[in-house]
């Protein structure tokens, strides 16, 4: 079994395959991420390949340097990143964000004072399967 190599306690890709895997009689190593969150989608379904990757992300808190990422005055970020530790790391400092996750999140106005945050690959809270019209595309 390989570590996670992420102080916040984030689950690696290979974390996240090891986790998957099994529950749908397969074996981590054989399929890339994106490959097996699709077989798992078309074994199981949606709603619970959501559920099983997000129980890996609970509890996370920014830890090192990601922890200090809201000092900056910031105009925008952009990151690749689906969890919410950029997030927390602002909401931390009581900084105020607007996050950027899909196209449903354009249209409204971006108060001055906000920091935005573009996640490129969409975010953990949002998906198809809750109900929200974007799913996270990470995947």
Known sequence: MREHLFPSGAPSVWNLCEHLA???GEDPGTYNFAELCSLFEYKKNRKE????????????RPTGGLQNVAEYDWVS????????LVEKAFLKRSKD???FSSNFDFGEP??????SIFKI???????????HRSKNDSD
């Open 110 to 115: 971006t108060p001055p004072t906000s920091t």
């Open 77 to 84: 970020i952009f990151t690749t990143n689906y969890d919410d």
């Open 97 to 99: 964000i607007r996050v």
């Open 22 to 24: 099994p529950i749908i």
């Open 121 to 131: 690959h969409g975010t953990i809270g949002h998906d198809t399967s809750d109900g």
């Open 49 to 60: 390949l959501v559920a099983q990757v997000r129980s890996k992300f609970k509890g996370l």
